[in-house]
């Protein structure tokens, strides 16, 4: 039996089972935090159970930053609004801790970190903010979408 005809049939086992090459890749993308209170990108494409290693650079002069991905049908502005009462509600906070899927250590200006996650298993559409006090509801936010 030739090389190729021992190959052949075990791709197509895996692509009928639904085994795509990319999703074991670990996506790699760095993520910028400025000033300015944005994120760049403000978009993160992944595929489903990827892995994710995620590289937060602080470029801001003065300003905290902590990027938070939050779990789907979580409202960005209660969100928000939740997270500065719990900064003195331990009830609050325990109960913002279950709206995350993945987050960064608090980076002060000029700092850095590596945050890795696996992408959600179910395709869409996940907001990711920074959770200081009023920067998300001042745009701080972006999109990491599944596909």
Known sequence: MTPTRFLL????VLLACGVRAGASEVKKVELVEYDT????PST???QPGQ???LTLKSESGFMNHKWVLLKPGI???EYSKQSLKAQHDKATADKLSTEILASSPLLGPKGSCIVTFT?????GVYSYICDCPLHAT???KGNLVVK
């Open 44 to 46: 993160i494409e992944a």
């Open 75 to 77: 409202d960005l502005m």
């Open 119 to 123: 992408a959600p298993a179910t395709p």
């Open 37 to 40: 209170l944005r994120f760049s």
């Open 9 to 12: 049939p075990i791709a197509l």
């Open 138 to 140: 001042s745009g701080m």
């Open 51 to 53: 892995k994710v290693e």
